[in-house]
């Protein structure tokens, strides 16, 4: 079963790799993308995935910061999560320049009025905050492991652990595993700040555009803060119900989080519907007619299927049975998702289609000026293939490392560490 | 213009001094010399090049707004203001300053800098059209500018909107930021792809900014954001942008708003005025006359 | 920096040097870099020359870079971008010339993939439409060799007038003549007669001129009838005179039956009935006789029939011409005080009604209204324009006694260019006078510009040989026997005279060697004859040691201007402009070239079997009016984007406009259930096409209308299947004084799909 797995990602993450060649030799034409409608699937996926870590680390925070106990069974995968889904966005975005080579322009280069700017170099020490924190995290289980890997393996984890080594002495464990706890607070509370601005930053960074009606209130960074932390609620119901074997699952977490998982829907959809009702209740074209078009225009089936019936209906439904499995609980996670990157893209690209100034679209001929955009069959190659490298990395990061379980109990020095296969 | 009340002698005169000051306006231009006009004047007519006559009116529109751009030039750049004029009034939707742009920058598929709307309005009979040519704003205020993470694109002293190609990652938010549609995206496609060669003329050079640049491979700027930019690489070398001096109604304008007693002054001066989108508080620097 | 640049001659160098300096010196602080170049080590030299884009010809400078075309830049010594009288000249000139957008993509004509490069032959005998003809490339020699072989028969057989040529009307035209005379065939035809031919023969019967030009910059009122200058774009000074008339406050009244470009400038429109302009100008006339605001002293001294011709109006009253054109018979007579009162005025009209068939008539009412004002070869007035006459050719022979294919001796003010209409019609119908074997096609795609398609493909096909000179396998080329690659304008010579009220000369040079070394059209008939070995009238072979270039040169020298050929080229822009400024009142020192040697109201009653009806202008309605199962009028107009249907596979050009839709007033799409982008049939009695619908409120209910050109199904991938063509409706319709191609009398009906 596993094998097979592996050999599915391994295969499409090698048409991603292709994918990504051809893209950096062909350049942005072989997208369906036009000067008008310039930012498409791929950014559409950057936001998700962005908002996927920034979701996925708050909820770590729960853990680490505030000590919810009751969730502390997906502490470390949340951050494992975090730190992927960081690493996808990052890989989106780089994809998606109209010159990739030049992505360390922008941290060398700077501009303090660019909320893009400061997104960026926040990403950076967001990454570094989930880092430090896996480091701390794991540095125990992954110093044992060094001891009973062989070959490769074993260089890669001594690689990860940087050196750390379970000390002698239980004295000194204890020290250490405090030292842990002080740090993963510390982290914690830096992080909150950052992932809140990493995100609700993605989200102004829409928000300042004066140019498109639909982005440009303030409630496009609250609104992307909550969809990011559905998503991570979503992510982590759908992982802990798919991963942890029945037997061993904490069926009252995974209620909890369930529950927390309908709390932020209501209040995603609340800001929906907030946003959404007073933009329809006026006339101005740029903001009445995008929220129309996007509704019960040409597709529909987005808004209402996507962001309402998978993003919010059938999550709340399938996770407010009493009796409710474990799978319903995992599929109510898939179908946030799916409906949460049917979210993104309705907040990304409809803005798009209404021409700035009346007349414009008749101007000039041209497919590469169009207000019009379907993406074609190499964007989606191209992200299913790269979602694929990132899952299998994620995949053998879960494979490879003690992240489903908690340990229990002291370890004696010398011991062997009970290498428990997270699947 | 008048009727020929001048007997035909006085008017051959008139004829001949009106061409000679032409030609010695022309001299007085520091690019363009008429050598080969006054050695044929100088052949035929055996006599000198005459200062310019007085009653022969300097003030013709594309004169003037070159005579200015000259003074301007002379002046440190943070203390010129360019701004463009376009009489809706006169603007006949030719498309001329569309191609001509497009030629003098060798613009490929996909990129315009100055497309040109017409509208339709009203209801029969009672119906008129309107034609509104739209370069870049240039604004004082850039949504552009602002967003760029790593200011690629940026407002010179001058005025003029500018992008810097080496700089500029291809991340496309200032296309989407700008109020007015006016930026493209170098997508890397030519004309005449695949027909089965792409044509020589699509390789030449093109000298925006200054900067030479052949579109080839992946070099800017392919990949860029690109935009009108008011023919930097002419005013450089004091020519009128080319959509100024290709516009068969005479409809645009271009000049130094810092110069009170400039054409371009003196034409926002009036109640027809008005920019696009001025809510915005983008505050462009293109006028229209409507 | 400070380097003169020669005007004709440039290097790069300088230009190069003096950017980066300017560059440094304006760019002082800033962040932005400014890259100082190493001198850059191209030629690049500044080449005069006329465009050819369009048959307007404006003046162009072409930038060739190592060979290359670069750039095109408006010349601003060629008069045509700037004016069109000499005392506007050297005021205009400053505002340097002007070029419109099809000249802009020039370039691209030139280096269009989709060209000719080699003489091609026909090896599937079957012809057709939809029929690949299977061609094989063959050598220049070959090809001659081919067309030496079935031209000799006809000779043989003596029976030269078998061949026919058609041809653009501005490409080689003296040289095709005299190859014609040489050859012995009559049936030289050009362009015109499918194009103007009814309003030069209006202008004639009224003026004694082919071509007058109003003098618009500096006139006080202009009543335009179906004209559209300001998109129509024939010379590119046009836009500037008439707002340079309008700033200097004259006022601008246009006559339409659509809302045009134009109209959009003018202080007042005036919707009308297709071919209704006649009545309107007739009743314009009767107020201005009833008001006695006619110029008396010039009617009374210059002009012929003014009495017969006020008889005629007597009843010809404003409300008479309401019910008739749709113009309120108030607003009428506002016109003709308006226009008669605010003089200088010019009223005009061109091929909007002169494409119907009542067009000669009613032009001639139009032109008119000038001449009772006595607004003629005034400023601000109506020109008497006279083209500048070249010399004499050098060919010596005498034109052949055969008679014209066409018969055009039937028509009483029939265009020199021939009779296409009937040619064809004749053709297809073999009821010609005899029969005719070969054809040449010279940059003319007859199947596209020609009424009533099938047809004249029909007729095509009956012909035994055909020889197709064109840059592009089009639509006519396809029914071709062999294709002679031809030249773009930027690869040949020739010389223009045409467009403004002055004398002038202009070059057209080769900016670069021929692509693909090919003749110039002119040259191919200069070939073809002396291998025919034709000889002139003293028995010599014509052209045997003169090249197209020598026969320009003997003609300029000829010519009042009196120059070489090289003296030309040498001349600031390639441009020679008569020292002579514009004149006046002509008619005051030269006779009148009409036959009564007056300006005629009427035609003399002995004139040329000519029926009754068109010796005063009388108003006829046109032949073809809309019925219940066609009840709309279908009318076509050029726009600046496009010339004829040669430009749609430009890149440039298709970015601005690649397709034409059929625009319709959204009141009458409604009544009929039609939606804004619908794709329709059109169907008249003669055809059926599709078309996309477009709403504009500024058509006329009853009416109509698209852009001409479209519809190709062969040319190139730009323009391959995009848009339809109106001659797939119509018939062979002729104007029965003019010989002219009647495009704009169709009627269609509208289905759904």
């Known amino acids: 079963m596993k094998r097979l797995y592996f050999f599915i990602i391994g295969a499409f993450s090698l048409v991603g790799l292709w994918a990504i060649y051809y893209r950096l030799t062909e350049g942005l034409k072989m997208t369906a993308l036009t000067s008008n409608v310039s930012w498409g699937l791929w950014v559409v996926f950057y936001i998700f995935f962005i908002g996927l870590s920034a979701g996925s680390f708050l909820l770590s925070t729960m853990v680490y910061v505030f ?231 040409e597709r529909w089936y987005i808004f209402w299927v996507g962001q309402i019936m998978l993003g919010a209906i059938i999550p709340i439904l399938l996770l407010s049975i009493k009796k409710g499995s474990s799978t319903l609980k995992a599929l109510a996670g898939l179908s946030t998702i799916l409906g949460i990157f049917c979210v993104r893209w309705n907040l990304v690209v409809p803005a798009y289609l209404e021409s700035p100034m009346p007349g414009l679209e008749t101007a000039f001929v041209h497919d590469r000026l169009l207000f019009e955009y379907t993406p074609n069959l190499f964007e989606w190659i191209t992200s299913l293939g790269l979602i694929s490298i990132v899952i299998l990395l994620f995949s053998l990061a879960l494979n490879s490392l003690p992240i489903m379980e908690t340990k229990e109990g002291k370890e004696d020095n010398g011991e062997t560490a009970d290498g428990v296969q997270a699947i | 213009m008048g009727s020929n009340k001048e007997p035909n002698q006085g008017r051959k005169e008139f004829i001949k001094k009106g061409l000679l000051a032409g030609g010695g306006l022309l001299v007085a231009s520091e690019l363009i010399k008429w050598k080969p006009m006054i050695e044929a004047v100088k052949a035929t007519q055996h006599t000198e090049v005459l200062p310019l006559v007085e009653t022969v009116s300097t003030e013709d529109v594309v004169i003037r707004m070159q005579k200015e751009l000259h003074e301007a030039l002379k002046k440190p750049v943070e203390e010129i203001h360019w701004i463009m004029v376009i009489d809706q009034k006169k603007c006949v939707a030719c498309d001329a300053c569309t191609v001509g742009c497009s030629a003098e920058n060798g613009l490929p598929p996909g990129v315009v800098y100055r497309p040109v709307i017409k509208e339709e309005i009203g209801t ?100 860029n954001a690109r935009k009108c930019h008011f023919c930097i690489h002419r005013l450089q070398n004091g020519m009128l942008p080319t959509c100024v001096t290709t516009c068969i109604g005479r409809a645009t304008y271009f000049g130094d708003l810092n110069n009170p007693n400039g054409l371009v002054a003196s034409l926002i001066g009036s109640p027809r005025v008005k920019r696009l989108k001025e809510k915005l508080g983008t505050k462009p620097s293109v006028y229209y006359l409507t | 920096m400070k380097k003169p640049l020669d005007f004709l001659k440039c290097t790069r160098r300088g230009f190069i040097a003096g950017t980066a300096t300017i560059g440094v010196s304006l760019l002082n602080g800033k962040s932005m870099k400014s890259v100082a170049h190493d001198l850059l080590n191209f030629e690049e030299i500044k080449i005069p020359t006329c465009c050819h884009m369009c048959g307007g010809g404006t003046g162009v400078i072409a930038t060739v870079r190592d060979g290359v075309v670069a750039k095109l830049e408006p010349n601003k010594y060629n008069p045509i971008g700037v004016c069109n009288t000499s005392l506007n000249f050297t005021e205009n000139q400053k505002d340097g010339a002007a070029m419109c957008p099809k000249g802009l993509s020039g370039i691209m004509a030139l280096y269009d993939p989709d060209r000719v490069k080699k003489p091609l032959l026909r090896t599937n005998p079957e012809k057709g439409i939809n029929v690949d003809p299977k061609w094989r490339e063959i050598t220049w020699d070959e090809a001659f060799d081919i067309i030496v072989r079935e031209l000799k028969k006809l000779i043989n057989e003596d029976r030269p007038e078998a061949l026919i040529t058609f041809s653009e009307n501005s490409l080689a035209t003296s040289i095709q003549r005299d190859f014609g005379n040489l050859f012995g065939t009559p049936n030289i035809s050009f362009h015109t007669n499918i194009c103007s031919a009814t309003r030069k023969a209006a202008t004639m019967a009224v003026f004694g001129v082919d071509e007058p030009l109003g003098d618009y910059q500096n006139s006080k009122y202009m009543l335009i009838f179906g004209w559209n200058p300001l998109s129509a774009v024939k010379w590119s000074h046009l836009p500037q005179i008439l707002l340079n008339g309008k700033s200097n406050g004259s006022k601008l009244v246009i006559i339409d039956p659509r809302y045009s470009e134009t109209a959009a ?53 404003p409300e008479w011409a309401e019910k008739i054109c749709g113009v309120s018979a108030k607003d009428i007579k506002s016109l003709a005080i308006e226009f008669a009162t605010n003089q200088p005025s010019i009223a005009d009209a061109w091929i909007g009604p002169g494409q119907q068939s009542n067009g000669f008539n009613s032009i001639r009412a139009v032109l008119l209204l000038n001449v009772l004002v006595g607004s003629v070869d005034e400023p601000g007035g ?372």
Request: net charge neutral; with cysteine.
């Open chain 3, 382 to 753: 109506m020109m008497m324009t006279e083209e500048f006459k070249l010399g004499e050719s050098p060919i010596r022979i005498s034109p052949p006694k055969k008679k014209r294919f066409d018969g055009k001796e039937k028509f009483p003010f029939g265009h020199n260019s021939g009779v296409y209409v009937e040619t064809f019609r004749q053709l297809f119908e073999e009821n010609g006078p005899y029969k005719l074997d070969v054809a040449f096609i010279t940059m003319s795609n007859l199947v596209l510009s020609m009424p009533n398609t099938s047809q004249v493909v029909e007729g095509l096909k009956k012909l035994k040989f055909i020889v197709v000179n064109d840059n592009y396998l089009n639509e006519t080329s396809n029914l071709a026997d062999i294709v002679i690659p031809g030249t773009t304008y930027l690869e040949r010579f020739g010389l223009v005279t045409r467009g403004i009220n002055w004398e002038y000369v202009a070059l057209r040079q080769p900016v670069i060697k021929p692509l693909f070394n090919q003749y110039s059209e002119a040259e191919f008939f200069i070939e073809l004859a002396k291998r025919l070995e034709l000889k002139d009238q003293s028995g010599q072979v014509a052209f045997s040691n003169i090249r197209y270039e020598d026969y320009l040169d003997i003609r300029l020298q000829r010519s009042k201007a009196n120059i070489t050929l090289d003296e030309l080229k040498e001349a600031p822009g390639g441009v020679w402009t008569s020292p002579e400024s514009t004149e006046y009142r002509r008619y005051e020192k030269t006779v009148i070239k009409t036959e009564t040697k007056k300006f005629q109201f009427s035609l003399s009653n002995s004139s040329k079997n000519i029926s009754l009806n068109y010796i005063l202008p009388e108003y006829q309605q046109r032949r073809w009016l809309p019925d219940k199962k066609y009840p709309y009028y279908l009318i076509s107009w050029k726009h600046i984007t496009h010339t004829h249907s040669r430009t749609q596979n430009n890149p440039y050009l298709s970015e601005l406009k690649d397709q034409n839709y059929l625009y319709i007033n959204p009141m009458t799409a409604n009544s009929l259930g039609f939606k804004d982008g619908e794709l329709v049939g059109v169907i008249s009695p003669f055809g059926e096409t599709k078309a996309q619908l477009r709403f504009s409120p500024g058509m006329h209910p009853e009416v109509l209308g698209t852009e001409w050109g479209f519809g190709h199904w062969a040319f190139g991938d730009y323009a391959r299947e995009k848009g339809f063509a109106v001659n797939q409706l119509n018939k062979f319709l002729v104007d029965e004084v003019t010989g002219q191609a009647l495009h704009k009398e169709i009627c269609v009906n509208i289905r759904k799909i």
């Open chain 2, 124 to 223: 029969y009979p009672n119906v008129s059209r309107r034609f509104t040519p739209r370069p870049c704003m240039h604004c004082e205020n850039p949504p552009c500018t602002q967003v760029c993470p790593i200011g690629a694109t940026y407002k010179r002293p001058d005025g003029i909107v500018s992008i810097d190609y080496d700089k500029c990652l291809g991340c496309r938010y200032c296309l989407s930021a700008c109020p007015y549609g006016a930026r493209s995206f170098d997508w890397g496609e030519y004309h005449t792809e695949n027909t089965p060669e792409v044509m020589p003329y699509e390789l030449e050079p093109t000298f925006e900014y200054g900067d030479e640049k052949v579109r080839k491979g992946n070099k800017s700027p392919i990949g």
């Open chain 3, 265 to 317: 400038k003018a202080d007042l429109w005036y919707p009308i009935i297709p071919g209704t302009d006649g009545a309107l100008a007739l009743a314009m006339s009767h107020v201005i006789i009833e008001e006695n605001l006619y110029n008396q002293e010039f009617i009374e001294n210059w002009t012929f029939g003014f009495d017969e011709y006020k008889k005629y109006l007597k009843d010809k009253t």
């Open chain 1, 67 to 297: 000590n919810m106990k009751q969730y502390e069974k997906i502490g470390k995968v949340a951050l494992l999560s975090a730190f992927f889904s960081l690493v996808a966005g990052l890989m989106f975005i780089f994809i998606d320049l109209g010159h990739p080579e030049r992505f360390w322009h922008a941290l060398v280069y700077r501009q303090p009025t660019s909320i893009l700017s400061w997104e960026i170099h926040f990403y950076l020490i967001y990454m570094l905050i989930i880092v430090a924190e896996l480091w701390f995290l794991l540095r125990e289980d992954i110093s044992r492991l060094v001891i009973k890997a062989k070959g490769f393996k074993k260089f890669v984890f001594k690689l990860v652990s940087i050196g750390y080594s379970i000390p002698d002495n239980s004295e000194k464990l204890e020290r250490d595993r405090k030292q842990t706890h002080k740090w993963m607070k510390i982290l914690g509370i830096i992080g909150i700040p950052t992932a809140i601005g990493v995100h609700a930053g993605t989200g102004s960074l829409f928000g300042v555009i004066v140019a498109k009606h639909m982005w440009n209130s303030g409630l496009t960074p609250i609104l992307f803060l909550v969809s990011a932390l559905v998503s991570g609620a979503a992510l982590m119901l759908l992982l802990y119900a798919l991963l942890v074997p029945k037997e061993k699952q904490d069926n009252t977490m995974l209620k909890s989080l369930g529950g927390l998982l309908i709390l932020f829907i209501a209040v995603d959809l609340l800001i929906v519907a907030a946003k959404y009702l007073v933009g329809l209740y006026n006339y101005v074209p740029d903001e009445r007619q995008v929220l129309l078009n996007m509704m019960f225009g």
